[in-house]
């Protein structure tokens, strides 16, 4: 069950009961694409970080190491040793991802494995039969991500599917949530809304997947090649049509400034690659913009990534160290940079928390973007 405890404009400060316990929103969901994520983090790192929920992939753990196993050995909560909540996308990302190995048809979507060739099929039931498998505490519907830049009667069509598709997902999921076997039968299911940057087919798409009362609701397809400035517009156009009295899901979004402007938006779940990719890649966020460790002014300098920062790398080790680390090829480097990306968009995230709490998000979400601006 969701509630709304607050809301400011359109932003809503709320709090998601599930039975792997609460997820207080807006919330930020760090992405473990195979049950980890990437940069050697823990699963005790991620309880100190304040992680609420991870977020796994549903075709990359069908492919490696197979679902069927995680169920065997008691589902993805056990496998990873984590006992709060779980979200698995659907796999339908992939479908848009790997383009040019994927045949869609009406029953579903024909893969080639990226690791191996293999033939695999996957449709609607069985995304939701692997997610089931996995036992996660969300279930993410089965969809297409058609192109922002697709034609139009393409995007009809397509989300005419996903919408045939979203209505075989429930019904799969019923099924499977009635099963005596089955390891979390209060499996919640979001729905996707999709429609690239044509406005009437989101809100045409919204307006009728909110009649099959899902647990959530997600906005997918943004983020992948609209400018930001077409992604707000989406959001405004699109999000007073889902129910605000369910979560909303903006996948796959963003930068500390894309999440400021979508809760302002009405979104309050988010998942992104970028504080785990950039960290690898020695770029760290701050209050005052993102760093590049790599570069040589930081070579003799002794102060933490950021002052008063509460992560394990700031409690201890210097930026001079961790550029050697990075220069040196040493997985440490990474491994702290990614600890402390992560824990910046976790306790942005409780900022952001607390601001609705208090009423004062507005003038929290203007502050903050002055205070990213200062480094660009």
């Not at 404009?9 to 316990?21: D, F, I, N, P, S």
């Not at 339908?92 to 024909?110: D, H, P, T």
């Not at 893969?111 to 695999?120: L, N, P, R, V, Y």
């Not at 402390?340 to 998000?361: P, V």
Request: aromatic share 8%; charged share 25%; glycine share 8%.
């Amino acid at each position: 069950m969701y509630e709304v405890l607050k809301q400011e404009g359109q932003a809503k400060r709320g709090v998601l009961h599930t039975v792997h316990g609460d997820i207080q929103t807006p919330v930020f969901m760090n992405v473990g694409t195979v049950a980890a994520i990437k940069g050697a983090v823990s699963t005790e790192d991620l309880e100190r970080i304040g992680t609420q929920v991870e977020l796994s992939n549903t075709y990359h753990l069908h492919v490696r190491p197979g679902d069927r196993l995680i169920r065997e050995l008691g589902g993805l909560h056990r496998f990873m040793s984590w006992d709060k909540p779980i979200l698995t996308d659907s796999g339908g990302f992939q479908v848009f991802s790997l383009a040019g190995l994927r045949r869609i048809k009406e029953e579903g979507v024909y893969f080639q494995s990226h690791i191996d060739g293999a033939k695999i099929f996957m449709g609607p039931e069985e995304s939701m039969q692997i997610q089931s498998n996995l036992g996660s505490t969300i279930a993410m519907a089965f969809d297409e991500c058609p192109s922002s830049v697709a034609e139009r009667s393409y995007v009809e069509a397509s989300v005419a599917r996903t919408t045939r598709w979203l209505e075989r997902c429930k019904k799969e999921m019923q099924r499977l949530n009635s099963l005596e076997d089955t390891i979390n039968r209060n499996q919640l299911l979001f729905g996707i809304n999709q429609g690239a940057i044509f406005p009437d087919i989101r809100i045409d798409h919204a307006k009728r997947i909110r009649e099959l009362d899902l647990d959530g609701y997600a906005i997918g397809g943004l983020a992948v090649g609209e400018t930001h400035e077409q992604m707000y517009d989406m959001l405004e156009q699109t999000v007073p049509y889902l129910p605000k009295d369910k979560p909303t899901y903006l996948m796959g979004v963003g930068t500390p400034a894309n999440i400021l402007e979508a809760v302002e938006r009405g979104v309050d779940f988010f998942d992104c690659v970028y504080p785990s990719r950039n960290g690898r890649h020695g770029h760290v966020y701050t209050n005052h913009g993102k760093l590049n460790l790599f570069n040589r002014q930081y070579e003799k300098d002794t102060r933490p990534i950021e002052e008063g920062c509460g992560c394990p790398t700031c409690q201890r080790y210097s930026r001079a160290y961790v550029r050697h680390l990075l220069k040196a090829k040493e997985m440490l480097g990474m491994r702290l940079c990614v600890l402390h990306n992560l824990y910046f968009y976790n306790t942005m995230m409780k900022e952001i928390r607390d601001a609705l709490d208090a009423g004062s998000f507005h003038s929290y979400k203007k502050e903050k973007l002055l205070q990213f601006n200062a480094l660009q």
